[in-house]
């Protein structure tokens, strides 16, 4: 990369907005040295007329300085789909990038670090699937979209963590597969009467999270309000005065505005909330995400410059991958909060289970 960066005049006053966004959370002795980035993305986006799209947990910089829309791992992929921008690069894990190329396979879509993966995602593949559905005939696989093309593609149906109960439902059934989050399925569980068998998948960044911890939150700032994501176990939504997905979190907070808040979830995302409604004291437990934190100002201009990491989807995957994520758009749910109760006994196989290879 021979772009020469430099914090000029020119570019401390196209940046000066954006500085006042961020400055709470980007030290004043580094913006001389993040500026220049920023400025050479938002300019180099325009030339290529590039979109940046950034998941909740990106950092401050990345957020709110170079994306040009900002969500959930699927309303980024829908944003992918409705810009006329032939050019996606997503400030996101390698699998919301898979999904936004399901949506949109006729566009180029980049991921600025192949490294940037996802425990969650990482727990389970195609063939235990297809090891599942041996093992469970006939049983709908409802899938998160949290999970990769491949995945995706062996299943009846995605699924968020808003509307997971809704869609479940939505089948007719009274026994389903809910892949691959164990909390998450243990969540849904205490929602509705159907069924469910579920997988030993976690994201290591909720399953960090304790019910002690936040009792101990609570004693120390009276008046805390604590919202937790659905992928935290069902102990600890317990303790939570509110439970929803990263999206829910963010409406919660800008609706309500609760005078001191917690979000049980990745930290980056208090400090993008943070900096839209500050009016309302953030307590913050850090638990980053490693993955996410792989997506960088540096990487995301080369990615820009050099057209670099291309996503891309074997149509005998991405096919079956795009009906299972088509037919969870196609049931209109509004989907639902959860209340935090505890589910009843729940099946909870994993690689070893399904398959007497793997545990051996």
Known sequence: M??????TPAVARATAPLLEKVKEFVPPVEWPLVAPLIYAINELKKAKRAVIIAHNYQTPDIFH??????????????????TESEIIVQAGVHFMAETSKLLSPEKTVLIPSLEAGCSLAESVTGHDVRLLKEKYPGIPVVTYVNTSADVKAESDICCTSSNAVDIIESLGVDRVILLPDEYLSKNVAAETDVEIIAWQGRCEVHERFTAEE???????????????????????LAEADYTGSTSGMIRYVK???PPRVMLVTECSMSDNVAAEVPD??????????????????????QSLELMRYEVTIPEDIAAPARRAVQRMVD????????GGGMAPEVVVEDRASVDPAAAS
């Open 65 to 82: 300085c170079v994306a040009d829309f900002v969500g959930d791992s699927l309303q980024l992929a829908f944003q992918a789909r409705e």
């Open 214 to 236: 936040i009792r101990g939150y609570r004693k120390a700032t009276p008046g805390l309000f604590v919202l937790a994501h659905p992928e935290c176990s069902p102990e600890l």
């Open 255 to 257: 609706d309500r505005r």
């Open 280 to 301: 309302v004291e953030f307590v913050r437990p850090c638990n980053l995400c490693p993955h996410m934190k792989r997506i960088t100002l540096e990487n995301i201009l």
């Open 2 to 7: 021979d772009r020469k960066l430099e914090y």
């Open 331 to 338: 049931v209109h749910v509004t989907g639902r909060d959860y």
